[in-house]
């Protein structure tokens, strides 16, 4: 999650510094400022909370901040579930505009953002806004995509009256702010040419490269993940497709061309996730997970300590992330700097291993990923910690899975 999100930069990935390995410090997290959401859209990592409360108090983000401030950090991210249900927002925004954090970013769904007076509440100066879209138009197809992106009916209006407030408020606040736009790579949203539509407005009217997330089907559980990534292969080609045709548009558009490998990562801006070597998600009691995917209810939880009572230190040396930042923490085989360009959890949650980030990879495709399995553990640097207890990782550690021949079979995806 943590930004190059919107900065260009090199190819080289940001734990590699002119050829020398080492751990990179934590720049940004996000806070989960509210355990609520009013939409229930069925790709999310979260399933529905809609009519929960739990929020973050302003006083335990304002500690959050500062700790995280005085250590460094130069970002700040807000999220949730959906972060504008909490009541506090527009207080815990203005303080960390007020810290100086070089990027602080809002990532909404934008419902509430269709009231105008909220909307310039919160998108003060200094705050960027990454929101949800899903179509431009409002036909009855329009209206078919938004309701199975975002699982509820009657959005569409609000959706695009929140766009309207929010490019009239960023127009008139001007400075370095950035308005982004997230949309899903579901079939549902690809058809009928509807994102190559959306995906062009962004790039004319916002001027910044849209963020695409790769999201495995509705509340994939353990019973359907291997039937799942039995489908895997047609649904990424078909995502890459997609990805040339954006650099088509962008050709048409006088843009420079744009490394769309760059923008298709859960929780990533503009860059693979990073989220496990340079940020974190925090949350709304200072827990400081790696990743938003690894909380207490995940069936491979970890968590890197609790922010508000121990060093910061501990937590930027946590033995694990120190290992998420060597060079050949990765599948054999991938030389692309990310890592894998794509979710670390993905890989962890079908299959217990940490390493098997390339299944969620749409550039690495037609690699046979599950050919790696039997030798994984080997030569990681997180075999220590497994055999000594700390981890639940590696093959079989997977709940309703046990690596052998049938899983091998299944994986046996055939090449074009």
């Not at 050829?19 to 229930?40: F, K, T």
């Not at 990454?130 to 975002?150: K, Y």
């Not at 766009?163 to 949309?183: H, P, T, Y």
């Not at 990743?291 to 040396?317: K, V």
Request: with cysteine.
């Amino acid at each position: 999650m943590p930004v190059a999100e919107v900065e260009k930069r090199e190819q080289e990935y940001r734990a590699f510094t002119q050829g020398q390995v080492g751990p990179v410090r934590i720049i940004g997290a996000g806070l989960d400022v509210s355990e609520s959401c009013n939409l229930a859209c069925p790709g999310c990592y979260r399933p529905n909370s809609e009519g929960q409360n739990g929020y973050m108090l302003p006083e335990i983000a304002s500690r959050i901040m500062k700790k995280s401030r005085a250590n460094g950090a130069t970002e700040t991210y807000f999220l949730g579930a959906e972060p504008t249900l909490n009541p506090d927002l527009p207080v815990i925004l203005q303080e960390a505009v007020d810290l100086g954090f070089k990027f602080v970013l809002l990532i909404s769904n934008g419902i509430r953002l269709a009231d105008e007076g909220y909307a310039r509440k919160i998108l003060i100066p200094g705050v960027s806004l990454l929101m949800q879209r899903h179509t431009l138009d409002d036909d009855a197809l329009a209206q078919r995509i938004q309701e199975n992106s975002v699982g509820k009916s009657g959005t569409l209006e609000q959706s695009h009256i929140a766009w309207k407030n929010v490019i009239k408020i960023f127009s008139e606040k001007g400075g370095e702010d950035r308005l982004m736009m997230q949309c899903c790579l579901t079939e549902t949203v690809m058809s009928s040419n509807n994102l190559d539509r959306l995906f062009r407005w962004a790039r004319e009217s916002l001027g910044t490269l849209p963020i695409m997330e790769y999201l495995a089907p509705p509340h994939t559980g353990s019973e359907d993940q291997l039937k799942w990534l039995g489908s895997y292969p047609p649904l990424t080609r078909q995502i890459v497709a997609q990805l040339e045709r954006f650099m088509k548009i962008d050709e048409e558009l006088g843009l420079p061309a744009s490394r769309y490998k760059d923008a298709v990562s859960p929780q990533a801006y503009n860059t693979s996730c990073t989220m496990l070597c340079e940020g974190g998600q925090i949350t709304n009691s200072g827990i400081y997970l790696p990743c938003t995917n690894m909380g207490p209810r995940s069936t491979h939880p970890l968590q890197f300590g609790n922010i508000l009572f121990e060093p910061f230190e501990a937590i930027e040396n946590h033995p694990v992330r120190r290992a998420f930042l060597q060079p050949n923490f990765r599948v054999k085989g991938c030389d692309d700097p990310c890592q894998g360009s794509g979710c670390w959890w993905t890989g962890l949650v079908t299959t217990g291993c940490y390493r098997l980030c390339q299944l969620n990879c749409v550039f690495n495709e037609e690699m046979l990923t599950i050919d790696d399995v039997p030798e994984l553990c080997h030569d990681c640097q997180l075999d220590q910690l497994r055999q000594e207890g700390i981890l639940n990782c590696g093959p079989g550690t997977r709940p309703g899975l046990a690596l052998g021949e049938t899983e091998k079979t299944l994986f046996e995806f055939k090449k074009c």
